[in-house]
Nanobody, 123 residues
Framework: QVQLVESGGGLVQAGGSLRLSCAASGRLFASYAMGWFRQAPGKEREFVAACNWSGERTYYADSVKGRFTISRDNAKNTVYLQMNSLKPEDTAVYYC????????????????WGQGTQVTVSS
Protein backbone atom coordinates (compact mmCIF):
# COMPACT_ATOMS: atom_id res chain seq x y z
CA GLN A 1 0.00 0.00 0.00
CA VAL A 2 1.28 3.44 -0.94
CA GLN A 3 -0.15 6.81 0.01
CA LEU A 4 0.73 9.81 -2.11
CA VAL A 5 0.43 13.47 -1.14
CA GLU A 6 1.06 16.23 -3.66
CA SER A 7 2.07 19.78 -2.81
CA GLY A 8 3.49 22.86 -4.46
CA GLY A 9 0.59 23.94 -6.62
CA GLY A 10 -0.59 27.51 -6.80
CA LEU A 11 -1.22 30.55 -8.95
CA VAL A 12 1.56 31.73 -11.25
CA GLN A 13 1.81 34.09 -14.20
CA ALA A 14 2.51 32.80 -17.67
CA GLY A 15 6.22 32.24 -18.14
CA GLY A 16 6.72 31.45 -14.48
CA SER A 17 7.79 28.27 -12.71
CA LEU A 18 6.49 25.92 -10.07
CA ARG A 19 7.85 22.75 -8.53
CA LEU A 20 5.40 20.09 -7.49
CA SER A 21 6.30 17.47 -4.93
CA CYS A 22 4.72 14.12 -4.26
CA ALA A 23 5.59 12.52 -0.94
CA ALA A 24 5.00 8.79 -0.67
CA SER A 25 4.59 6.53 2.31
CA GLY A 26 5.65 2.92 2.33
CA ARG A 27 8.87 0.94 2.05
CA LEU A 28 8.42 0.06 -1.62
CA PHE A 29 8.54 3.57 -3.07
CA ALA A 30 12.02 3.06 -4.47
CA SER A 31 10.79 0.10 -6.51
CA TYR A 32 7.89 1.93 -8.15
CA ALA A 33 7.83 3.80 -11.39
CA MET A 34 6.06 7.13 -10.90
CA GLY A 35 3.97 9.37 -13.08
CA TRP A 36 2.38 12.80 -13.18
CA PHE A 37 -0.98 13.42 -14.79
CA ARG A 38 -3.22 16.45 -15.03
CA GLN A 39 -6.88 17.14 -15.51
CA ALA A 40 -8.38 20.42 -16.62
CA PRO A 41 -12.09 21.23 -16.13
CA GLY A 42 -14.22 19.38 -18.63
CA LYS A 43 -11.29 17.37 -19.96
CA GLU A 44 -9.99 13.88 -19.46
CA ARG A 45 -7.01 13.17 -17.26
CA GLU A 46 -3.88 13.27 -19.39
CA PHE A 47 -0.34 12.02 -19.06
CA VAL A 48 2.33 14.60 -18.26
CA ALA A 49 5.53 12.79 -17.28
CA ALA A 50 6.84 9.56 -15.80
CA CYS A 51 10.08 8.01 -14.65
CA ASN A 52 11.30 4.55 -13.83
CA TRP A 53 12.26 3.44 -10.31
CA SER A 54 15.68 5.07 -10.40
CA GLY A 55 14.71 8.20 -12.30
CA GLU A 56 17.22 7.42 -15.03
CA ARG A 57 14.54 6.90 -17.63
CA THR A 58 12.02 9.68 -18.12
CA TYR A 59 9.05 10.16 -20.41
CA TYR A 60 7.12 13.28 -21.30
CA ALA A 61 4.03 14.38 -23.12
CA ASP A 62 4.87 16.38 -26.23
CA SER A 63 3.04 19.38 -24.79
CA VAL A 64 5.47 19.68 -21.86
CA LYS A 65 8.69 18.36 -23.35
CA GLY A 66 11.53 20.82 -22.83
CA ARG A 67 9.60 22.76 -20.16
CA PHE A 68 8.86 20.17 -17.44
CA THR A 69 11.30 17.85 -15.67
CA ILE A 70 10.42 14.85 -13.55
CA SER A 71 12.89 13.68 -10.92
CA ARG A 72 12.87 11.65 -7.74
CA ASP A 73 14.74 11.29 -4.48
CA ASN A 74 14.28 7.74 -3.23
CA ALA A 75 15.95 8.56 0.07
CA LYS A 76 13.15 11.07 0.70
CA ASN A 77 10.37 8.99 -0.86
CA THR A 78 9.54 11.96 -3.07
CA VAL A 79 9.02 12.59 -6.76
CA TYR A 80 9.11 16.09 -8.23
CA LEU A 81 7.80 17.88 -11.26
CA GLN A 82 9.69 21.05 -12.13
CA MET A 83 7.53 23.16 -14.39
CA ASN A 84 9.11 26.06 -16.28
CA SER A 85 7.79 28.45 -18.92
CA LEU A 86 4.27 27.80 -17.77
CA LYS A 87 1.38 28.56 -20.10
CA PRO A 88 -2.31 29.18 -19.36
CA GLU A 89 -3.08 25.83 -21.00
CA ASP A 90 -1.07 24.13 -18.25
CA THR A 91 -3.83 25.07 -15.79
CA ALA A 92 -5.18 21.87 -14.25
CA VAL A 93 -5.24 19.69 -11.17
CA TYR A 94 -1.98 17.74 -11.15
CA TYR A 95 -1.87 14.22 -9.77
CA CYS A 96 1.00 11.92 -9.02
CA UNK A 97 0.59 8.20 -9.45
CA UNK A 98 2.61 5.11 -8.62
CA UNK A 99 3.25 1.60 -9.83
CA UNK A 100 2.11 1.38 -13.44
CA UNK A 101 1.34 -2.20 -14.39
CA UNK A 102 1.04 -1.77 -18.16
CA UNK A 103 3.04 1.16 -19.46
CA UNK A 104 3.64 4.69 -18.29
CA UNK A 105 1.23 6.67 -20.45
CA UNK A 106 -2.21 5.46 -19.44
CA UNK A 107 -3.88 6.47 -16.21
CA UNK A 108 -5.62 3.11 -15.86
CA UNK A 109 -2.21 1.46 -15.56
CA UNK A 110 -1.42 3.09 -12.22
CA UNK A 111 -2.34 1.50 -8.94
CA UNK A 112 -2.00 4.42 -6.56
CA TRP A 113 -3.00 8.09 -6.79
CA GLY A 114 -2.65 11.24 -4.79
CA GLN A 115 -5.44 13.71 -4.15
CA GLY A 116 -4.12 16.30 -6.59
CA THR A 117 -2.84 19.85 -6.39
CA GLN A 118 -4.23 22.81 -8.34
CA VAL A 119 -1.99 24.70 -10.73
CA THR A 120 -3.39 27.90 -12.23
CA VAL A 121 -1.45 29.88 -14.82
CA SER A 122 -2.71 33.37 -15.53
CA SER A 123 -2.15 35.11 -18.84
Amino acid sequence: QVQLVESGGGLVQAGGSLRLSCAASGRLFASYAMGWFRQAPGKEREFVAACNWSGERTYYADSVKGRFTISRDNAKNTVYLQMNSLKPEDTAVYYCAADPSAGYYHSLSYGYWGQGTQVTVSS
